[in-house]
Nanobody, 113 residues
Framework: VQLQASGGGLVQAGGSLRLSCAAS???????IGWYRQAPGKQRESVAV???????NYADSVKGRFTISRDNAKNTVYLQMNSLKPEDTAVYYC?????????WGKGTQVTVSS
């Protein structure tokens, strides 16, 4: 599965960004979502859709971020509102298919104070 992420950039605190991730296929994908990695920190789950199991969000983004998918376009989105400087990180799109994890190249999100 190939994943192409886009939509990162520089935004002021309180602003919004929308990340997009286009997948080469969504056939038999069990999990799709977004992780992020800030400098000096481990990669962490931000928001994921578990097919048939709903969505899960990190506590730090609940109420601010929304994950959604467009099956017709094989695309998953991450709408990020009320951004904070601590949201600064490289964001990675991720899918799990047949028990195998696939990662897209990251997209940088920088939130200035």
């Amino acid at each position: 599965v190939q994943l192409q992420a886009s939509g990162g950039g520089l935004v002021q605190a309180g602003g919004s960004l929308r990340l997009s991730c286009a997948a080469s296929t969504t056939f038999s994908i069990n999990v799709i979502g977004w992780y992020r990695q800030a400098p000096g920190k481990q990669r962490e789950s931000v928001a994921v859709i578990v097919v048939g199991g709903g969505t899960n969000y990190a506590d730090s983004v609940k109420g601010r971020f929304t994950i959604s998918r467009d099956n017709a376009k094989n695309t998953v989105y991450l709408q990020m509102n009320s951004l904070k400087p601590e949201d600064t990180a490289v964001y990675y799109c991720y899918v799990r298919r047949y028990g195998v994890d696939y990662w897209g190249k990251g997209t940088q999100v920088t939130v200035s104070s």
